[in-house]
T-cell receptor, first 114, second 111 residues
Framework: DADVTQTPRNRITKTGKRIMLECSQTKGHDRMYWYRQDPGLGLRLIYYSFDVKDINKGEISDGYSVSRQAQAKFSLSLESAIPNQTALYFC?????????????FGPGTRLTVT | ELKVEQNPLFLSMQEGKNYTIYCNYSTTSDRLYWYRQDPGKSLESLFVLLSNGAVKQEGRLMASLDTKARLSTLHITAAVHDLSATYFCAVDMDSNYQLIWGAGTKLIIKP
């Protein structure tokens, strides 16, 4: 079974709709991240969370919000989707006890906003 | 502002050849990571380099880190088609526990 799962895997939605992407992990990691990936731009950090009560904005948080419902769950919401939010979204986790910040990624959610 | 630059961004090469991908970063860091991504897939961790002079090897791939030069290299030896993928480096910003990512190097290895 995958350690980091994301649902849905693919989603098509219309401009103005609210959408939630969900991430769950069984790795027992405290730290969780949401990224978006656009062709040629690498990964850009949207939000990150070090524990349930610690949530921080990343590089591109405008238009997004998050919820950390439990250690294992971290959700990303687009309050009013717009076409330039069409991208591949990844959730990741990390464990600082390893001595570094290697991140473990979910399979991704491909979101299309029409 | 920490910047991470990879070059080349695109590389097409023949099987059996050797090549190197470079990852330069703009501020002090002792930790660097290499990831692989196949088209439409997730990112897979390849190497974790945690100190100056670190060298890691896995099969035909070898990564090294020179923190004084702020440079990491990913060397491919006798390339095979299965190594075709996009390779990302990421640098650890210890001050706020984030990874800063390069734009990726798309590697195509022709049979």
């Amino acid at each position: 079974d995958a350690d980091v799962t994301q649902t849905p895997r693919n989603r098509i939605t219309k401009t103005g709709k609210r959408i939630m992407l969900e991430c769950s992990q069984t790795k027992g990691h405290d730290r969780m991240y949401w990224y978006r990936q656009d062709p040629g731009l690498g990964l850009r950090l949207i939000y990150y969370s070090f524990d349930v009560k610690d949530i921080n904005k990343g590089e591109i948080s405008d238009g997004y919000s998050v919820s950390r419902q439990a250690q294992a769950k971290f959700s990303l919401s687009l309050e009013s989707a717009i076409p330039n939010q069409t991208a591949l979204y990844f959730c990741a986790t990390s464990d600082p006890r390893t001595g570094g910040y290697e991140q473990y990624f979910g399979p991704g959610t491909r979101l299309t906003v029409t | 502002e920490l910047k991470v630059e990879q070059n080349p961004l695109f590389l097409s090469m023949q099987e059996g050849k050797n090549y190197t991908i470079y990852c330069n970063y703009s501020t002090t860091s002792d930790r660097l990571y290499w990831y692989r991504q196949d088209p439409g897939k997730s990112l897979e961790s390849l190497f974790v380099l945690l100190s100056n002079g670190a060298v890691k090897q896995e099969g035909r791939l070898m990564a090294s880190l020179d923190t004084k030069a702020r440079l990491s290299t990913l060397h491919i030896t006798a390339a095979v088609h299965d190594l075709s993928a996009t390779y990302f480096c990421a640098v650890d910003m210890d001050s706020n526990y984030q990874l800063i990512w390069g734009a990726g190097t798309k590697l195509i290895i022709k049979p």
